[in-house]
């Protein structure tokens, strides 16, 4: 297994899996955007913001792969984590094959594979002109690395959060996730140029949507399903047998997200302490 993993890690042809990359993101811009003119055509239009929202970070996505900029696999490896982590929830909710849902999976899993490996990390995030600019060392690499990818993985459920229709009666709901929306966007902009406060952001925007979540789901307890699993109220609803996701996967991914930083950052406050 691990000389598997190893020839797995050096497998080369980083052009062509770059453009297989590139090539598939460009398809779910292509399929946010006639998924928003068609709700638009029908008269749904609450729902255009949020497939226009979703269009325009993965056609971010696809700049920054096609482009190779530094951050450009991981944002684009982020998005694609979040398909594959949708896919295998729904479909696990459905307890049957989906054939749009899994080659939805599919194709985001394809991203995930064609940008792993060292090989495709030397042509991104080991370039060493950003590398120089910042300052930054393996070990700040590897932090910012895993931070951008865990908030963009966040970033499709934030951005149906924020935009997409509410019921009647979630002003609180409805402000808190706009919020999040925001500061998660302007947390990872931020990010991707090395700045601290982009940290700051992330952590407004997992706040953010917990208290939207509280005031949404406002049971906390943790109460024993039928199926003889334990979940959590607030981040679950169980009904008919089927697990439906709530807030709390965001939240997760935007902590997972900080993380990384968390212990820096409590050794800086102990010094300046």
């Known amino acids: 297994m691990k000389s ?9 042809f980083e052009r062509t899996r770059r453009a297989v990359a590139a090539l598939s993101l460009s398809l779910f811009v292509f399929l946010f955007l006639v998924f928003a003119l068609l709700m638009w055509m029908n008269g749904q239009t609450a729902w255009v913001p949020s ?20 951050w450009g696999r991981w944002f684009g490896a982020g998005l694609a984590w979040s398909g594959v982590i949708t896919s295998v929830g ?18 985001h899993g394809l991203v995930v594979l064609m940008l792993s490996g060292s090989k495709m990390a030397e042509r991104y ?11 930054m060392d393996e070990f700040g690499v590897a932090r910012l ?3 951008v990818t865990r908030a963009s993985a966040s970033l499709p459920s934030v951005i149906l959060y924020a935009l997409a229709p509410k019921e009647p009666g979630q002003a609180i709901f409805t402000a808190a996730t706009l919020v999040a929306g925001v500061l998660a966007v302007a947390g990872l902009a931020s990010l991707v140029r090395v700045r ?21 789901y406002p049971h906390f307890n943790f109460a024993w399903a ?18 439906v996701a709530g807030p709390a ?15 820096p950052t409590i050794r800086f406050l102990r010094a300046r302490g």
């Open 4 to 12: 598997l993993l190893e020839r797995l890690n050096n497998v080369g």
């Open 51 to 70: 497939f226009i929202a979703l269009a325009i970070a993965y056609a971010v996505a696809f700049m920054g792969v096609a482009a190779e900029w530094f």
């Open 90 to 107: 729904v479909l696990f909710q459905l307890g049957e094959w989906n054939p749009v849902l899994g080659g939805y999976g599919i194709l």
């Open 125 to 135: 995030d080991l370039q060493p002109a950003w590398r120089e600019r910042y300052g």
């Open 145 to 147: 690395r895993k931070t």
């Open 196 to 216: 601290t406060w982009g940290l700051v952001a992330l952590a407004g925007a997992a706040m953010a949507l917990f208290v939207g979540g509280a005031a949404a």
């Open 226 to 243: 039928n199926s003889g699993f334990l979940f959590p109220a607030w981040g679950y609803a169980w009904a008919y047998g089927n697990v």
């Open 249 to 263: 996967v965001p939240v997760l991914l935007l902590g997972a997200a900080l993380a990384p930083f968390a212990g």
